[in-house]
């Protein structure tokens, strides 16, 4: 049950990574109206909360993500593909696009009651941003139970907005 259970998580994840890819993109089905998608910063849901951090000093640009479990239990065990977190970023004065996917299979992670857990994005550093305003989300996707891993889905997105010069 197991097996098939991870052997389908592995499909799916290549399917999304096979559709959704990665890079930047112009296709019309971007963010058209220019305004963000999501301005929530940090947002609960059930036992969870989500943050994303944009720290913009000296033209370096960090940015990550942190989970909290706020739960009951001393521990909660999560599953996800290779991270946590989807990164994207979108330019709200420019065309530019950039989706993130997972590309490995299901892992797990173990949740320290009211504990962060950071996940940083390194893609940033590399990406040649060009002066602007850009929205950055982070979308928390993971499950509950490895063995019904579509049906205790949970996903979380939050962003913020940041002038990069």
Known sequence: MIKNSLY???CIC???????GCGTSN??????????????ESKQVDD???TIYVKNREKIIH????????????????????????FNVYQLD?????????????????LIQNVPHRVQFGEITN??????????EA?????????DVVGTKIEIPVSRVEEIE
């Open 8 to 10: 389908f998580f592995i």
């Open 14 to 20: 290549l399917l999304v990574f096979g559709l959704f």
């Open 27 to 40: 296709n019309s089905e971007g963010n058209l109206s220019k305004e963000p998608k999501n301005t929530d």
């Open 48 to 50: 969870f909360n989500v």
């Open 63 to 86: 940015v990550y993500a942190t989970i909290t479990y706020t739960g009951e239990e001393a521990e909660k065990d999560i599953y996800h593909g290779g991270s946590i977190f989807y």
């Open 94 to 110: 420019g065309d530019f696009e950039y989706f993130g996917a997972m590309d490995q299979p299901l892992l797990k992670t173990t």
């Open 127 to 136: 990406m040649n941003v060009k002066p602007g305003t850009y929205e950055f």
């Open 139 to 147: 979308i928390a996707d993971f499950s509950l139970d490895s063995d």
